[in-house]
Structures are given as C-alpha cells and as structure tokens.
C-alpha cells in the first residue's frame, strides 16, 4: 500500500503543478490530495510538499485550519463559474439543474471555509510607552 500512495502522491503533485500553467485547473486541491497520500507513502515527500516556499503554505493552512486564502477563493470562484459557462449552455433542462447544484454546492463549501487561521487563545499585547527607561 505504501507504493500506491506513494504513486498517488507523486500523479497529485505533477496534476498540481500542472494547474500552475494550465487556466482553470486548480493547483491547491491536488496538492492537498498529495500530501494525504504521502503522509501514509513517504514521510520525506510529505515533508518536503508541506516545507514548499511556494506549495506548503495552502497544505499547512488547509491541515492546520481548514483555511482557504481569500485569493485561492477568487480564482477557484473564477475558475468554476467559467468552466460551467460551456456545459450549462449545452446541457438540456434537467441537467443544467444538476450542475448549478453542483456549483452552487462547490462555491458553498469554498465560500464557507475560514480566510485566515484563528487568533490565537489567551495572547496578550502589552504596549509600554514611555520617554525615560530606567
């Protein structure tokens, strides 16, 4: 099992870095797949994905948090309503009904994930103004 998710690690990234250059393919979500697959394949790749100065910030938001970045939520929103312009145009009636579920669903889901992580529980700001220290 270990080479299977190894493999699906390895497919999910290239997929991922793949959306980085191809419209409306998304990066993140691939990304995240691959990370769950190489949490159980390879602690090394995972590691190595999750510590990414460009891929690891949108895994470790989403594993730590459920955080989706406002931007990732422009370009997925983006993305979808323009992906669904040609199937809902060719679609007949009925259909067309099951995919606006479907994006409205998808859209949702996004739209309902928190944009940044938590404050922090019990953090404490102090500002200490003086002229004189001492």
């Known amino acids: 099992m270990r080479l299977v998710y ?10 991922g ?3 980085l250059v191809v419209p409306l393919l998304p990066t993140t979500p691939f990304l995240i797949l691959a990370a769950a697959c190489y949490s159980r394949g ?4 995972e590691r190595w994905l999750v510590s990414h100065p460009r ?24 993305g979808i309503l323009v992906s669904s312009t040609i199937p809902l145009t ?6 067309k009904a099951v995919a606006v579920c479907v994006v409205a669903g998808v859209l949702l889901f996004i739209h309902s994930r928190p944009s940044r992580p938590p404050e922090p529980h019990g953090s404490i700001t102090v500002t200490v103004e003086s002229d004189e220290l001492g």
């Open 55 to 78: 891929f690891g910030a949108g895994v470790r938001d989403w594993r730590n948090h459920g955080v989706i970045s406002p931007r990732a939520k422009a370009i997925a929103t983006v």
């Open 90 to 95: 060719l679609l007949s009636l009925p259909w």
């Open 6 to 15: 190894l493999s699906l690690g390895h497919t999910f990234t290239a997929i």
């Open 42 to 45: 390879s602690e090394r790749f």
């Open 17 to 19: 870095v793949v959306g």
